[in-house]
């Protein structure tokens, strides 16, 4: 067993997850929530064990490194640290029907790693400049803020169908609704976009801290380090307009949206459409 | 005076702020899609004539430094500034109030509230003051007349969490000013074997007189398995006065800093020239050469003469070198080495060993920049306040006790900025508490 078959598995226990949570929100059994949750979890342990494993690997390769530092590696912890998130916010809140909205976005997110041709998987050894703690600690800090808009995001989702779903405030025969209600999802919705601001901010900072230790400028302006503050300032937009103009919300469920698009784009399209000192996340 | 307060109350909108940070998110956008600072040639090439006048007009080519991006950011900073200045007193005033002096009857309108009602006169026999403290809550009680009010807080100074936020985002501005005007961004090239006194900025390649001499003692270059690079590594020396000051070998991400001025290993070059270490055995003396390709040198104390004839190399980088050797009048000797390498030879008269390498310049970046601590200091302070600003709350609670026409009233009251369903499950358990603390009342006075 190494850790690629670990990681293929993980895939597609997470598609499985996905199909039982979609399950449970279309036909609103709730019985089965025990058992996505179940999955889910242990889809996240076998996804664990493949990260470990992926990190022993390139001990034994001789060239050990955390498994942070490329484009494969970092979208499979993107996904884990998705899953991660949301189920703490299941174990918080004691609500399953998220889970339809965030799992499929690890399961995206792996089917991604595992086969675009784009992404190459083999575990390389670190140039000089990726040498550094201080990137660790920059992408950790990075995924868990963008974990958690990609949450937020899909919240979002879930606010903006439940809205349109509840034209009728009394239906005369009560369905069972799963979705929790509007005003708990906004203000969850508020609470990752608030959880997932610090974590960027701490990740901006920590890139700084980095770039300054190997070039000698915390801020280059490069495209990457600039989308990186477009989206903090959307972000933070977003807070202003929620808590000093009382906005919230399919308002603030729409910027969730938009501010993720702007998440991938950050991460995502500044690597593949525009060109930087990033270029280390690129296929190659 | 009118328009001076319309003036104050615009800078200080939020309506401002979303404006200015949706402006400078939004324009920012130009600068990664269009290259920035490059020659005027590449923005025609790229665009047309025309549309690169336009360009360099709006400064787009190096719109981070242009007017009006300062200008943004200048206006960020004036609407932090007047922002906070039109409200921090209004948050001190909160922080610091007198809460025992509250208006009783805004006790009855708080949003969590529990009344008691107690048949008895003595008014004093209840310790309240111990009652919340069992309950995590230290007050402070006031009599006025016959009834007794109690106060308790946590977490006022939380109210300063989003003040230190606004204001992490200027001393990290501050601190970029700084650095802008006292410091300076530069690199330089350095053979080994080789120092400078100064080096060249980076953009414009002005000179800058160091102050002191850096010298390369040697450059280090190696690499995996699969021929990907693994380390640069420099030697560097710093002399003052031709007086040796301090020995250090850098690596990227781990720089040598002296004076304020930090040196980075940023890159490297394999020049066609090599260095020559030749050892005489018995004595031990030895000398170093640094000669060019295929060139004839000599160590005419000892009549020997040597050189390179020959390379191995990929790209720029000397694999193996082929060594011409002879001693005196004897037969001249070749052979390939590997950088490094250490080979012996024998003449009739005397042993030598001789290593050879080829020689490279390190590329050096070089900064100075007394802001940055300010910066990483803003840095800090941000993360506190969004710390405070968002996990933390202001919790306030009151105990009145009042006298009435059937006995006593016991009026529980309190409000939280924040997070307000953890203050109704604190409040809930404090409830608790009071409940106790009058129950065991009642037992003991039936
Ligand atoms: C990059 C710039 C900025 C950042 C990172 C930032 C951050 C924050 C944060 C984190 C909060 C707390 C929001 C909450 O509790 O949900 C906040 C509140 C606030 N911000 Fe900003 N802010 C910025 C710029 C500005 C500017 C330019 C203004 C100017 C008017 C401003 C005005 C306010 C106001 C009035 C509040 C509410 C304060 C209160 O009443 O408690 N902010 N800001």
């Given amino acids: ?284 | 005076m009118k328009l001076i307060n319309q003036l104050w109350a615009f800078f200080a909108s939020v309506q401002l702020a979303i404006f200015t940070l949706g402006s400078i998110a939004l324009t920012s956008i130009i600068g990664t899609i269009i290259p920035q600072g490059k020659p005027n040639d590449f923005y025609v090439d790229y665009f047309d004539a025309k549309t690169a006048i336009f360009l360099q007009i709006l400064d787009i080519p190096t719109m981070y430094s242009s007017w009006w991006f300062y200008g943004l950011l200048g206006l960020l900073c004036t609407n932090l500034i007047i922002c906070s200045l039109e409200r921090l007193p209004a948050v001190w005033r909160i922080i610091t109030a007198d809460n025992l002096a509250i208006p009783l009857e805004r006790i009855e309108k708080m949003n969590s509230l529990r009344q008691w009602s107690l048949r008895t006169e003595e008014v004093d026999s209840i310790d309240w003051q111990e009652t919340l403290k069992s309950g995590g809550w230290r007050c402070e009680t006031r009599k006025l007349g016959d009834s007794s009010l109690s106060f308790s807080q946590k977490g006022r100074w939380s109210r300063l969490g989003v003040y230190i936020v606004h204001t992490s985002i200027l001393v990290i501005f501050f601190g970029a000013i700084i650095g802008y005007f006292f410091g300076f961004k530069g690199s330089v090239m350095i053979p080994e074997l080789r120092s400078t006194e100064k080096i060249f900025t980076n953009p414009g390649s002005i000179p800058i007189e160091l102050g002191f001499t850096i010298r390369c003692n040697s450059f280090g270059l190696e690499f995996y398995d699969n021929g990907m690079p693994k380390e640069y590594n420099s030697s560097l020396t710093i002399l003052e006065n031709g007086k040796e000051i301090l020995n250090e070998i850098i690596k990227v991400n781990s720089p040598l800093t002296y004076k304020g001025i930090t040196f980075y290993q940023s890159s490297y070059q394999g020049h066609q020239e090599f260095l020559i270490e030749i050892t005489e055995a018995s004595t031990g003396e030895s000398r170093q050469f640094s000669l060019p390709f295929q060139q004839q040198i000599s160590w005419d104390d000892k009549n020997l003469r040597f050189g390179i004839i020959n390379v191995e190399a990929v790209g720029q980088r000397v694999l193996r070198s082929k060594v011409w050797f002879k001693a005196g009048d004897d037969p001249a000797i070749t052979q390939w080495l590997t950088n490094n390498e250490i080979v012996s030879f024998t003449s009739v008269e005397k042993k030598y060993s001789l290593k050879s390498k080829q020689l490279y310049s390190t590329g050096l970046q070089v900064a100075k920049d007394p802001g940055v601590w300010i910066v990483y200091f803003g840095c800090g302070l941000l993360l506190l306040g969004l710390y405070m600003a968002f996990f933390l709350s202001h919790k306030r609670i009151w105990l009145y006790q009042q006298v009435t026409a059937k006995g006593m009233l016991i009026s529980l009251a309190g409000s939280a900025n924040k997070n307000k369903l953890a203050f109704v499950q604190a409040f809930t358990r404090l409830e608790g508490f009071v409940d106790q603390t009058i129950r065991r009342y009642n037992n003991k006075n039936p």
């Fill in chain 1, 1 to 284: 067993m190494d850790s690629s078959q670990l990681l293929g598995i993980t895939t597609f226990t997470y598609l499985f997850s996905t199909l039982l949570y979609a399950f449970l929100l279309v036909f609103k059994t709730p019985r089965l929530g025990h058992i996505a949750t179940y999955f889910t979890a242990a889809a996240f342990l076998i996804q664990t064990a493949g990260i470990a494993l992926r990190w022993v690997e390139s001990y034994q390769m001789g060239i050990g490194h955390a498994p942070l530092t490329n484009m494969y590696e970092s979208v499979v912890f993107f996904a884990w640290t998705i899953i991660a998130f949301y189920l703490a916010i299941e174990w918080i809140y004691k609500t399953r029907i998220i889970g339809a909205f965030a799992v499929p976005l690890a399961f995206f997110a792996m089917a991604y790693a595992s086969f675009s041709s784009n992404i190459s998987k083999s575990i390389s050894p670190l140039v000089p400049a990726l040498q550094s703690n201080w990137l660790i600690a920059h992408v950790i800090t990075c995924f868990v803020g963008y974990a958690a808009f990609a949450v937020a995001a899909a919240l979002g989702i879930m606010y903006l169908m439940k809205s349109r779903t509840q034209p009728a405030p009394t239906p005369l025969i009560k369905q069972p609704d799963l979705l929790p209600s509007l005003s708990f999802i906004d203000d969850l919705i508020h609470k990752t976009m608030i959880f997932g601001f610090i974590w960027l901010s701490a990740g901006i900072i920590t890139g700084a801290i980095w770039a300054n230790s190997a070039w000698g400028t915390y801020w280059s302006w490069d495209p990457k380090e600039t989308w990186s503050l477009i989206t903090w300032f959307f972000y933070a937009i977003t807070l202003h307009a929620r808590y000093t103009r009382g906005w919230s919300g399919k308002k603030i469920a729409l910027l969730a949206l938009i501010g993720f698009i702007s998440v991938l784009f950050t991460y995502y399209g500044v690597n593949f459409l525009l060109s930087g000192l990033h270029s280390y996340g690129s296929g190659s």
